[in-house]
């Protein structure tokens, strides 16, 4: 979680320090503006640096999310009976029916038995030799 929120914090002073160089260049470009106005090349640097922050929110933010959306899909679908799972209420339980939008677990040994939707399902769990006899 701590690498993550890292992660995020560089990429978010990358953009910042992208964004400074484009203004930068803005800058630099209306100062060597020719005396009719024109500018001398400032155009194609000012659109390479948002190609190249668009880039970098794309590779550092978009795409590691969507990894991250895809993973915990697959998961969810890959659940069975069985399985420790934790909900995103951090209710911890072991699955007894898996069906196609909910799935039902027992939360204790007195055999309490609750029923939620799989994208309520954080996390699964690993089984112990105990559990699987």
Same mark, same amino acid.
């Given at each position: 979680?701590?690498?993550?929120?890292?992660?995020?914090?560089?990429?978010?002073?990358?953009?910042?320090?992208?964004?400074?160089?484009? $203004?930068?260049?803005?800058?630099?470009?209306?100062? &060597?503006?020719?005396?009719?106005? &024109?500018?001398?090349?400032?155009?194609?640097?000012?659109?390479?640096?948002?190609?190249?922050?668009?880039?970098?929110?794309?590779? $550092?933010?978009?795409?590691?999310?969507?990894?991250?959306?895809?993973?915990? @899909?697959?998961?969810?679908?890959?659940?069975?009976?069985? *399985?420790?799972? &934790? &909900?995103?209420?951090?209710?911890?339980?072991?699955?007894?029916?898996?069906?196609? @939008? !909910?799935?039902?677990? @027992? !939360?204790?040994? *007195?055999?309490?038995?609750? @029923?939620? !939707?799989?994208?309520?399902?954080?996390?699964?769990?690993?089984?112990?030799?105990?559990?699987?006899?």
């Amino acid at each position: 979680m701590k690498l993550n929120r890292i992660v995020r914090a560089m990429s978010l002073v990358l953009a910042a320090l992208v964004m400074v160089f484009v $203004f930068a260049g803005c800058a630099a470009t209306d100062a &060597t503006a020719s005396a009719d106005g &024109t500018a001398a090349g400032g155009g194609w640097s000012m659109i390479i640096m948002i190609v190249v922050m668009i880039a970098v929110f794309y590779f $550092f933010l978009i795409r590691p999310e969507n990894k991250k959306k895809k993973q915990a @899909e697959e998961m969810r679908s890959s659940l069975s009976v069985g *399985d420790q799972i &934790t &909900t995103i209420g951090g209710i911890v339980g072991r699955i007894v029916a898996v069906k196609s @939008e !909910t799935i039902v677990f @027992e !939360t204790s040994e *007195d055999r309490v038995r609750m @029923e939620v !939707t799989k994208w309520a399902i954080s996390s699964k769990g690993k089984q112990t030799e105990e559990e699987k006899k």
